[in-house]
């Protein structure tokens, strides 16, 4: 078991970046999604799972006695990933602002409550030296995290690749944040496989979102330089090809 002894201060200091900028991640995708009022391709399963991960990972975390900013790291990311889904319930599917602050509040009571649970619960095996539950409850954090990055992968398919709801600045600084944690666990004494592997997962999987985009970018170029020598979105252009006419035409057309 990971103890006190085998924290290093290199270890403390990749963790605090880490932990720093996985607080800060969904600050600019919240804001993203308040400015357009709208969190079109943007899964509401993706935050709901993040937020479900935080609870097993945060006990395993602790429960193995990690550095502790990497201990207080998913209940802050738990959070911001229920303020986004609170958002997605909101603006895309007819929650009103009060309904979807009380299912957040109400979710993230309930997520720390068994979350304690399971502290208060492993803790007494764990201590005797009986680690399986605990690397269960870890295995069950990995799962959820990789399966909250899963959602977005079918929103790319029905866009044909395209990466649509999501902030850049967001993507980047999760990846980031994903990053240092992992050096973080490299930097210690002993290497959690199981924590390397949750981070390594967000790496992986969002690098997949960042290749589509860039893939989807070059294959319709000759889309996005017609849009803009039209002075129009190129879903505008977009929609005009599938057969239905672009927002400014619909704006423009005379009325009876």
């Known amino acids: 078991m990971a103890g006190d002894s085998n924290v290093t201060v290199a270890s403390n200091v990749l963790g605090t970046i880490g932990t720093v900028l996985w607080c800060v991640q969904l600050i600019p995708q919240i804001w993203y999604n308040w400015r357009r009022k709208k969190t079109d391709g943007f899964p509401p399963l993706m935050m709901l799972l993040w937020a479900s991960c935080a609870v097993p990972m945060g006990a395993y975390m602790i ?22 889904w609170g958002q997605i319930m909101y603006y895309n599917h007819g929650y009103s602002c009060l309904k979807a602050t009380l299912l957040v509040l109400g979710t993230a009571v309930l997520f720390g409550g068994i979350e304690t649970l399971l502290i208060l619960t492993l803790r007494i095996p764990y201590n005797k030296g009986v680690t399986w539950p605990d690397l269960v409850v870890g295995v069950v954090a990995a799962l959820l995290l990789a399966s909250g990055l899963v959602p977005p992968y079918f929103e790319l398919w ?6 649509v709801g999501f902030n850049w600045v967001f993507l980047s600084i999760d990846t980031l944040g994903g990053l240092f944690s992992l050096f973080a666990l490299a930097a210690q004494g002993s290497f959690d496989i199981l924590g390397g592997v949750m981070y390594i997962l967000v790496i992986v999987l969002e690098g997949g979102i960042y290749a589509s985009h860039i893939i989807w970018r070059i294959r319709y170029r000759a ?16 929609e005009e090809r599938n057969g239905f006419p672009g927002t400014q035409d619909i704006e423009n057309t005379p009325h009876p």
């Open 63 to 84: 429960l193995q006695e990690v550095n502790v900013p990497l201990q207080i790291q998913p209940q802050i990311f738990g959070f911001f990933s229920l303020v986004s």
């Open 158 to 163: 029905k866009r044909d690749g395209r990466v």
């Open 223 to 238: 889309v996005r330089k017609e849009a803009k020598s039209l002075g129009k979105s190129i879903d505008e252009v977009l």
